[in-house]
């Protein structure tokens, strides 16, 4: 068996280490799927858009009928917690004794939160038992950005149809559609996988897409059968700035074959730039195959909505 690093975790009012995290076999995350999670960004030891994604966290659990087991201030000291715990271990404070080995370019205080609340333990019934306290569960790591290379040359992504359930607004831990359709770009030697549902645009695997075309930004439409991203409001906030328009609104296939530009946005990947599309690439004439201006747009808004957010907290940008 693989033995787990020991970085820091939360788990029912506890802090300790992932080796020493246990939960029942009992617990309905684990029988049925039946729970939640959310991914925090962290920069320069700062959550980032942290009301959003609580919003969003929120949101998920009222649609599972689970009680919010902590405030905003709570998960706020949580994450934290676990934020400074991970600075510590991987000597980003200066420590010389240090247990976690970081690659080369990363920073330990840059760090990805993921947060699983479920239903809690019972004995196997499919009704939602309604007197069982859930389970909460968070953890840190180090954040893994996009190479310059990505960055630079963009990335390749292939087209599947999108096969999941049709309740994709929740954030759930039932994730077994998005670990098929991520295997099938891993197969293809791919970084994403683009979805239709019938003729219409969904998103990825694990990242929202974006059509740019003559300059403006199209999404999918918010509803029930794609996840709105953290990057939905953010994307809508930089376009104003920059003088680019934005429409969410049902994109056919066509569409997305014939975009000036193809964009991916997460947590991790921020806004990257798709240049290849199941072999051919992505746009026309001088930016055919290549990330184009509307992607650097939005990475530099993107770049400077981070530096805003740590400047309000007086915290000066990498």
Known sequence: MTSLPPLPCYLNGEFTALPDAKIS?????????????????VYAGQPFRFDQHMARLERSLAELRIAAPLTRAQWLGTISKLVASYS????????????????DGLDGQNQLIYIQITRGVALRDHVM???????????????????????????ACV????????????????????????????????????????????????????????????GSPKDQLVLEGIRYGLFDEICREQGLGFEL?????????????????????????????DGQPVGHGATLGRPGPVYAKLYAGYQAAKARALAHQGIAAA
């Open 25 to 41: 076999v009992m617990d309905r995350g684990f029988i049925f799927g039946d729970g939640v999670y959310e991914v925090v960004p």
């Open 249 to 277: 609104r049902r994109i056919t296939r066509a569409e997305v074959l014939d975009a000036d530009e193809l964009l991916l946005s997460s947590a991790t990947k921020e806004v990257l730039a798709i240049t290849l599309l």
């Open 129 to 155: 038992p309604q007197t069982i306290s859930p389970t909460v569960f968070a953890m840190t790591n180090v954040m893994r950005p996009p190479s310059t290379l990505m960055r630079d040359q963009g990335v």
């Open 159 to 218: 087209t599947a149809d999108d096969f999941r359930w049709e309740k994709a607004h929740i954030k759930a831990t039932s994730l077994l559609g998005a670990v098929f359709s991520r295997q099938i770009s891993f197969d293809a030697g791919a970084i994403e996988t683009v979805m239709f549902r019938g003729d219409h645009l969904s998103e990825a695997a694990a990242s929202n897409v974006w059509v740019v075309k003559g300059g403006k930004v199209f």
């Open 88 to 103: 510590a271990l991987t000597g980003t404070f200066g420590g010389n004794d240090s247990r976690i080995q970081l690659e």
